[in-house]
T-cell receptor
Framework: GAVVSQHPSWVICKSGTSVKIECRSLDFQATTMFWYRQFPKQSLMLMATSNEGSKATYEQGVEKDKFLINHASLTLSTLTVTSAHPEDSSFYIC???????????FGPGTRLTVL | GEDVEQSLFLSVREGDSSVINCTYTDSSSTYLYWYKQEPGAGLQLLTYIFSNMDMKQDQRLTVLLNKKDKHLSLRIADTQTGDSAIYFCAESIGDSSYKLIFGSGTRLLVRP
């Protein structure tokens, strides 16, 4: 089955720097990928829908200039947190599109800590 | 609007049944899902139900859907300590991108 990887699995950065998170599908071509954010002991919040070859669709309240999404190929979507601040510290998870199915592909997540 | 709610915590004794409840607001939901998340791990899809079904059973798991009341439940029979985790219900919104909206999660603690 498809395997989704995320890189890095965890990252610690200084406030003001930018961090890029990759979501890679190793076995499945996805025209759509989703990015979620999960704060400690909270639910997953959908941030944006990443569309291959076109602009991402952001959920209400998510700053598109802060969370840059690029979906340049059918197997790779990247999320760049620009000018990160401590409040951006969170667990970021990607998911491949293609519901409904018995198999759903979530990335293992990237834990971002901004000091 | 889209809103999915769950109770935050459930504690059961090993061997008992667990019932986790979820309510949702979007009547256009096509599928409803149950996920399991263990500490520090990603999400694992447990089961899902199509919105025109009332019940689905899969081994120890039974999903009940009351579409009129927009209520979904997950019953785990013979709950084991390995079932301790956070359980999320989620609904898919029936557009072409199949957006998933997650509930707040229920933390299940199974006592020996």
């Amino acid at each position: 089955g498809a395997v989704v990887s995320q890189h890095p699995s965890w990252v610690i950065c200084k406030s003001g720097t930018s961090v890029k998170i990759e979501c890679r599908s190793l076995d499945f071509q996805a025209t759509t990928m989703f990015w979620y954010r999960q704060f400690p002991k909270q639910s997953l919040m959908l941030m944006a829908t990443s569309n291959e070859g076109s602009k991402a669709t952001y959920e209400q309240g998510v700053e598109k200039d802060k969370f840059l999404i690029n979906h340049a190929s059918l197997t790779l979507s990247t999320l760049t947190v620009t000018s990160a601040h401590p409040e951006d510290s969170s667990f970021y998870i990607c998911r491949l599109g293609g519901l409904p199915t018995d198999t759903q592909y979530f990335g293992p997540g990237t834990r971002l800590t901004v000091l | 609007g889209e809103d999915v709610e769950q109770s935050l915590f459930l504690s059961v004794r090993e061997g008992d049944s667990s019932v986790i409840n979820c309510t949702y607001t979007d009547s256009s939901s096509t599928y409803l899902y149950w996920y399991k998340q263990e500490p520090g791990a990603g999400l694992q899809l447990l089961t899902y139900i199509f919105s025109n079904m009332d019940m689905k059973q899969d081994q120890r798991l039974t999903v009940l859907l009351n579409k009129k009341d927009k209520h979904l439940s997950l019953r785990i029979a013979d709950t084991q300590t390995g079932d301790s985790a956070i359980y999320f219900c989620a609904e898919s919104i029936g557009d072409s991108s199949y957006k998933l909206i997650f509930g707040s999660g229920t933390r299940l603690l199974v006592r020996p």
